[in-house]
């Protein structure tokens, strides 16, 4: 098939390389309105075509990967899709829930495969983080939390939770087999003069009596990629800045031994929790490339015409999230997922 990297900057550069090497791809065609890009791909990969435009291209291709900012995904992807063409959208899906609801009923009223690209979901790591919990080697989950820092990059019209949070709310989803029903959100614009830099958002899974706590910065002196779960017999830890061994499992926990809590007034003598120090395991995660196995889990689907793991549906979830999580942010309060259903 022919494939499309609609927006070849940073991320879209690295699609057009593992779909260079995806056997059921004949044709990559770079698309891109800056022509020096264009020209440093085709040298990088000759046997791809290019083009400036998505309209230049859509009689080129079978199948587009948009990877522009996010506030041209909705507009592109429903062009595309009104052409008959199949399409992964990297995340965030669209910055509204309204155009996300729009792209689902128009990919499937052309018959299109839609996907969102949360590359998170085809992660070796999140997968045996999410079997962990699901299996309940961790037994019942007490909590997750999420840090995702670094000194930028800053952009120029989304903030921070919209840049970094999605990947997070896509694997606490996929760990957790949920959806949030309430988001709760702090941020601050430090270096920034009105969109946060720095924030802090809470999940609520009520039907599993979890939540989940996101911390996403541009501002921070240390590159940090980390989740954690804890849960009532071990915790884990996926690092994604460790050269091996990404993901540990702590045989640690804390009993309590059931105290009733101090009188008012009455003085606390003991400390009514006991600890236990085990050992740490690192599960063999095999080595493949997370963005490699998305694009082909893309190009199988559109092979099969099946519907893939993280579709129009699964981007709508991370979008709702986002939304609420703007209207937590601007109105200081608890927001309901019912309140952004629109
Ligand atoms: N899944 C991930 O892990 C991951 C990681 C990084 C970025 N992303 C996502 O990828 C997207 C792009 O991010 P980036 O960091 O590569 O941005 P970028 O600014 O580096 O690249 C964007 C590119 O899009 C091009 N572009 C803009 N409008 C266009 C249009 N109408 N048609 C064709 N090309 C157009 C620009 O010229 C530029 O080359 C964003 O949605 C971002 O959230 C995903």
Redesign the pocket.
Known sequence: MRVGV???????SKHVRVLSMNPRVEQVVV????SE?RQDLLRAFPAAASAG??AEALPKVDAVII????S??AE?ALRAVAAGKHVLV???MTTSVVDARRLIDAAAAAGVVLMA?H?FEYNAAVWALRDAVRNGDLGAVYYLDSARLNLGLYQSNINVVW?LAP?DISIFNHILGARPDSVSAWGGSHAHRYLEDVAYVRLGYKELDVAAQVHVSWLDPCKVRRVTVVGSRQMAVYNDMSGDEKLRIYDKGVSSSGHEPPATGEAMHDIPVTYRYGGISSPYLPVQEPLAVQDHHFTDCVASGSTPDTDGANGLAVVQVLVASDLSLRERRSVSLDEVEG
């Open positions: 609609v927006g070849c900057g940073y991320w879209g698309i891109d309105p800056r890009r435009t998505l990877a522009t900012p996010p041209s995904h592109l990297e995340k965030p690209g590359t840049d990947h």
